[in-house]
């Protein structure tokens, strides 16, 4: 044995990502259609890329941040999770130049609609799943 460690994917995870993917997509999509300082070039595409690196940082980014800054959120009282939203909604402006967010003020707003999207979602996606059992 070379002390290496074997990954394994279970069956649900890659099920989950893609929801997740669709949910931010859907989220992206809604933020900037609300927003008019959020430009996509209007090609889905670019939502998709987009929802995609948001995904990514949300899973590998986000959490570190968190844990930095987990005095800053114990102080507030979760307030500023908010705060870190809107930095991941930035920094995939700034990953992805055809995805343009204008502003932190933009980035908040956008971090707020991605939540309701996909908060409304997972419950409604959850609630179905239970009902069918």
Same mark, same amino acid.
């Given at each position: 044995?070379?002390?290496?460690k074997?990954?394994?994917f279970?069956?649900?995870?890659?099920p989950?990502f893609?929801?997740?993917?669709?949910?931010?997509a859907?989220?992206?999509?809604?933020?900037?259609?609300?927003?008019?300082?959020?430009t996509?070039?209007?090609? $889905?595409?670019?939502i998709? !890329?987009?929802?995609?690196?948001? /995904?990514? =940082?949300n #899973?590998? %980014?986000?959490?570190?941040v *968190?844990?930095?800054?987990?005095?800053?959120?114990?102080?507030?009282l979760?307030?500023?999770?908010?705060?870190?939203n809107?930095?991941?909604?930035l920094?995939?402006?700034? $990953?992805?130049?055809p995805? !343009?967010?204008?502003?932190?003020? /933009?980035? =908040?707003? #956008?971090a %707020?609609?991605?939540?309701? *999207?996909?908060y409304?979602?997972?419950?409604?996606?959850?609630?179905?799943?239970?009902?069918?059992?």
């Amino acid at each position: 044995m070379d002390g290496s460690k074997t990954v394994y994917f279970s069956k649900g995870h890659a099920p989950r990502f893609v929801t997740r993917l669709l949910f931010n997509a859907l989220g992206i999509w809604v933020a900037a259609r609300l927003s008019t300082s959020i430009t996509y070039d209007d090609s $889905l595409l670019v939502i998709v !890329v987009a929802a995609l690196l948001f /995904s990514v =940082v949300n #899973a590998v %980014i986000r959490p570190v941040v *968190v844990v930095l800054t987990l005095p800053a959120i114990l102080l507030t009282l979760g307030l500023f999770m908010l705060v870190i939203n809107a930095l991941m909604v930035l920094l995939v402006s700034a $990953l992805y130049p055809p995805f !343009v967010v204008s502003g932190f003020g /933009s980035a =908040v707003v #956008a971090a %707020i609609i991605i939540w309701i *999207v996909n908060y409304g979602l997972s419950m409604f996606f959850e609630r179905s799943t239970l009902e069918t059992r």
